[in-house]
């Protein structure tokens, strides 16, 4: 079946980076299949922009699409526009154990001041929510466990466990 909705990614001028970049993050997670993750297809700018919003995009990623983790995502550069990544949106990792959180964060984190409750930005702007499958059984209905939750920058499943 195919992906209905699907994720646009907009970057300045390096696409094609950072999708390569997410690929590889994917397929070295302790728990992912490295099959679930690839760059599928690029399609990019012609060469010969001089003038306009485009000029110099020659090459550029125009459309890419890839998948991480079996879901895909489409990237373009969009060149030097306005339009930045902020914390309105974020992406959702659900993870198996504290492997893959930590995993994953070591590997996307790039902006230490952002880190906050699992949530991470990597060096692309992009933010993420690195979270165990069962957060909602960690913290349903335990005030100290969702206290403990506030206080940590990267989920630590056993501090929840013990603050439970």
Same mark, same amino acid.
């Given at each position: 079946?195919? +992906?209905?909705?699907?994720?646009?990614?907009?970057?300045?001028?390096? @696409?094609?980076? @950072? &999708?390569?970049?997410?690929?590889?993050?994917?397929?070295?997670?302790? #728990? +992912?299949?490295?099959?679930?993750?690839?760059?599928?297809?690029?399609?990019?700018?012609?060469?010969?922009?001089?003038?306009?919003?485009?000029?110099? &995009?020659?090459?550029?990623?125009? #459309?890419?699409?890839?998948?991480?983790?079996?879901?895909?995502?489409?990237?373009?550069?969009?060149?030097? +526009?306005?339009?930045?990544?902020?914390?309105?949106?974020?992406?959702?990792? $659900?993870?198996?154990?504290? =492997?893959?959180?930590?995993?994953?964060?070591?590997?996307?984190?790039?902006?230490?001041?952002?880190?906050?409750? $699992?949530?991470?930005?990597?060096?692309?702007?992009?933010?993420?929510?690195? *979270?165990?499958?069962?957060?909602?059984?960690?913290?349903?209905?335990?005030?100290? =466990?969702?206290?403990? &939750?506030?206080? &940590?920058?990267?989920?630590? *499943?056993?501090?929840?466990?013990?603050?439970?």
């Amino acid at each position: 079946m195919q +992906q209905k909705v699907v994720t646009h990614l907009w970057f300045d001028k390096n @696409a094609e980076e @950072a &999708m390569n970049f997410y690929v590889e993050v994917f397929k070295g997670s302790p #728990n +992912q299949d490295a099959h679930d993750s690839e760059v599928m297809e690029i399609a990019r700018y012609p060469e010969g922009f001089t003038e306009g919003p485009m000029a110099g &995009m020659g090459g550029k990623v125009l #459309n890419g699409a890839f998948k991480l983790g079996g879901v895909k995502f489409y990237a373009l550069d969009g060149g030097d +526009q306005p339009f930045k990544f902020n914390e309105s949106i974020s992406l959702y990792v $659900g993870c198996e154990d504290q =492997a893959e959180i930590d995993y994953f964060y070591e590997k996307l984190s790039a902006v230490p001041e952002s880190e906050i409750c $699992g949530w991470c930005k990597d060096k692309y702007g992009l933010s993420w929510q690195i *979270i165990p499958k069962n957060m909602e059984q960690l913290l349903s209905g335990n005030k100290k =466990a969702m206290q403990a &939750m506030l206080k &940590m920058k990267k989920i630590d *499943i056993e501090e929840l466990k013990n603050a439970a």
